[in-house]
């Protein structure tokens, strides 16, 4: 018997899964490189994108900070960063040839003229790498050092090639300083080059939010008042604050999850279609939900702290121990609140959303809960037995969606029991996931803004944020009030008590 030729087969799960494009030449200039988020996130992408072949060939990178550094010792420390955190494992070759156009310039923006070694670190770089004049910066520093770079580099822009601005998040502390932010980068660069940053509009499941909602027919039709009962967005975090409290001191869980992952979330479940999935378009109709949004009142607002408790078995301290908090800290590391966002698709729907540190998970699900079906015609043991459907989008981790649906128990009788429809993405696709962060930077270098925030967005959004603590100014809360590894303050549980639901189990 002849054996059939052996036939090398493409998985077919595979398919539709690349789609190449190509970045033009480009420096990528990241102030704050001696950061966390830098080693932690930044070159952990940029190394992965490099493992693919989507880096342009003429490509290279300036670190920029304070700490002096050499170039050698820089490209060390990322290497290290790289194999300590990047998905893909760690290829010399890969390494070697993207680590080539590393550079480092140890400078303070504070100072001036600070940025003159920055600007003929550039310039080199065009020559010796082919950058071409294209520039991408990315500020990852704290608000308050953000302005002084954003003057120094928009001072220095040439003609040659374009400029890109990558701003991180926080983007502001309050709607003034937003707006005061937005104001100086507007007098240097164009809003189609300025990139706000949150990472969540990079991720796979946030995305498919879009799809699930436009690229099926059935979920349009039933998404709106008529058929959800409400909608309940969690963002839990088991990390406690990691050593940054410096930040975490001024921000709390409202600055740094609510105002912006968190009202992205809210926005993206409750948005219009848009008509195409251009930058402007996208955005249009979140500024709508936006605006849209009632502002939340001090009744439908709560805010917690952990104390001391334990996490998977291990005791951990309280918010007000950990190094640099003060002892009597009022920042909140909890925050859950009620939304209503008034339109014709969902006046009256609460969506309720939640965020917290040393939760006893990490978890970020968006939950669509339907109403109750009107007249089951059959006896139900239970009010528990037949409950309502939801729509589950596992945003994190075991990424995927599921649809819990009533289902008949199997034997005599009509016995009812919720099952779930479940798509995993690990299942579906099997392959991982690409990090937030790789999608968003090279969309950055083919300068495609629809999954960064815009100014009218990011406005919006603080203008939410500063209506939700206004009346903290004037109470002082009893701090802590839930134990670490709890799934938050009571209160928390009496948002939802009080309009007869619950948050849903885990
Ligand atoms: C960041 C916050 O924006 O998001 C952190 O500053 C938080 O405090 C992090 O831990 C969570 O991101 P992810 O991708 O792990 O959900």
Not at 235 to 264: C, K, M, P, T, W
Not at 296 to 301: L, N, Q, R, S
Not at 302 to 325: A, H, L, N, S
Not at 437 to 455: H, K, P, Q, V
Request: aromatic fraction near 10%; charged fraction near 25%; charge should be negative.
């Amino acid at each position: 018997m002849t054996q059939a030729p052996a036939v090398s087969q493409e998985n077919p799960l595979l398919e539709g899964l690349r789609k190449r494009r190509t970045a033009e030449p480009c420096a990528l200039t990241i102030f704050g490189a001696s950061g966390d988020l830098t080693q932690r996130k930044l070159i952990p992408a940029l190394y992965s994108l490099a493992f693919r072949n989507l880096l342009p060939p003429n490509f290279g990178v300036v670190g920029v900070a304070r700490t002096p550094m050499t170039d050698d010792e820089f490209r060390e420390k990322m290497r290290d960063a790289v194999v300590a955190h990047a998905r893909d494992e760690f290829r010399p070759e890969v390494w070697d040839e993207l680590a080539e156009g590393f550079r480092y310039v140890a400078t303070d923006f504070g100072q001036e003229g600070g940025e003159q070694h920055v600007v003929e670190c550039l310039h080199a770089l065009d020559r010796d790498r082919g950058t071409a004049g294209n520039r991408l910066d990315y500020l990852a520093v704290p608000p308050a050092a953000i302005e002084a770079i954003v003057v120094a580099m928009g001072k220095h822009r040439t003609s040659e090639g374009w400029t890109r601005l990558i701003v991180e998040k926080p983007f502001g502390h309050d709607l003034e300083s937003a707006r005061h932010l937005n104001e100086v980068i507007r007098t240097y660069f164009d809003e189609s080059e300025i990139f706000r940053i949150d990472h969540y509009l990079g991720k796979e499941t946030v995305q498919n939010m879009l799809v699930l909602r436009f690229a099926n027919g059935i979920f349009e039709p039933i998404w709106n008042r008529q058929f959800v009962d409400h909608v309940q967005i969690t963002v839990a975090e088991s990390l406690g604050i990691e050593g940054r409290a410096e930040f975490y001191e001024q921000a709390g869980a409202v600055r740094d999850i609510v105002q912006n992952h968190l009202l992205q979330l809210v926005a993206l479940t409750a948005m219009e279609p848009p008509i195409d999935f251009s930058a402007d378009s996208v955005r249009n109709e979140k500024v709508k939900v936006l605006k849209a949004m009632h502002t939340p009142g001090p009744k439908h607002v709560v805010r917690g702290q952990y104390g001391p408790g334990y996490i998977e078995g291990e005791e951990v301290p309280g918010y007000r121990e950990e190094p640099g908090v003060a002892p009597d800290s009022l920042t909140e590391t909890y925050v859950a609140a009620k939304l209503f966002v008034d339109n014709w698709r969902w006046a009256d729907t609460p969506f309720y959303i939640r965020t917290g540190k040393r939760l006893p998970k990490r978890e970020t699900t968006i939950a669509i809960q339907f109403k109750r079906a009107p007249h089951p015609p059959f006896e139900i043991d239970s009010e528990d037995s037949l409950r309502p459907n939801v729509l589950l989008v596992h945003v994190q981790p075991d990424e995927g969606v599921s649809l819990a649906v009533g289902a008949k128990v199997p034997g005599q009788g009509m016995t009812i029991r919720t099952v779930h429809m479940d798509f995993l993405y690990g299942g579906a696709f099997r392959t991982g996931l690409p990090e937030a962060y790789e999608r968003l930077i090279l969309d950055c270098l083919l300068g495609d803004a629809t999954l960064f925030t815009r100014a009218d967005e990011v406005e919006e959004q603080w203008a939410i944020v500063d209506a939700m603590v206004a009346p903290w100014k004037r109470d002082r809360p009893n701090f802590p009030n839930y134990a670490a590894g709890t799934w938050g303050p009571a209160t928390a549980a009496e948002l939802l008590a009080r309009d007869g639901r619950e948050w849903r189990a885990h």
